[in-house]
């Protein structure tokens, strides 16, 4: 691992901290789809409980867990060795995923899904190496020196977003590999149309908040 400079060490801090901060706005909308959706099916006392005991627990640190793992991996990237990264943390990668614990490792698509994750962890190591050795004082000002334009910018992450498109069409088309949600290992009864509805919700919502983060950080010139 290569040794960190204090520039770089902070880089980190303010690409995790962004990071968690957009997770924490993208958990908000969730708990707002899943009082919406489940309305039919749960009062707003237990919408309420579900989400903080299920997704704003157990989903949160997952997420954040990932979000070390792929700073780990951006530390030690020199270029060349993405293939050994992947190999090295891909298990611990995975364990953490989303798509993983929530669907059903015997249907015939999980192997399909789980590959799709190991190739988003290809694609976004390079950009977050990229952050790390920016310079700037803010999560904004890295973005910029890093990626320059609006455009460079949205070319690295349609990369990403490729990935979260597979994801939803392999999942929109086989809705019976998502897990039913459980608490304390109890199954909540909600059906995997439900579900698959607040994940594309999420998404579109991620699609929305980014293009406002973009315009923040890229406004129009003004004429």
């Known amino acids: 691992m290569e040794s ?9 801090y303010l690409v995790k901290r962004e990071f968690i901060r957009e997770l924490d706005h993208g958990l908000g909308k969730i708990k707002k789809l899943i009082s919406r959706e489940y309305s039919g099916l749960l009062t707003n006392i237990p919408s309420n409980i579900f989400y903080y005991m299920y997704v704003r627990g157990g989903v949160r640190n997952n997420i954040i867990n990932q979000i070390k793992i792929s700073l780990k991996m951006a530390v030690e990237y020199d270029g060349k060795n993405i293939d050994q990264l992947v190999e090295k943390y891909k298990a611990d990668y995975l364990t953490n995923d989303l798509i993983s614990l929530h669907c059903k490792p015997d249907h015939p698509i999980f192997a399909e899904l789980q590959e799709i994750t190991i190739n988003n962890m290809y694609s976004r190591v390079p950009i977050l190496h990229e952050l ?3 310079k700037g004082n803010t999560y904004e000002d890295l973005v910029k020196h890093a990626f320059t334009t609006k455009e460079s910018v949205r070319r690295v992450l349609e990369i990403q977003l490729i990935f979260i498109d597979q994801w939803i069409e392999l999942l929109g088309k086989n809705k019976d590999a998502i897990r039913q949600p459980n608490i304390a290992k109890l199954e909540i009864p909600i059906a995997s149309e ?7 919700g999420t998404y579109d919502y991620g699609l929305a908040r980014l293009e406002h983060k973009l315009d923040g950080f890229f406004p129009p010139a003004k004429v």
């Open 132 to 134: 790390i050795h920016a």
């Open 194 to 200: 439900t579900i698959f509805k607040v994940i594309v």
């Open 4 to 12: 960190l400079t204090d520039e770089q060490r902070r880089n980190i």
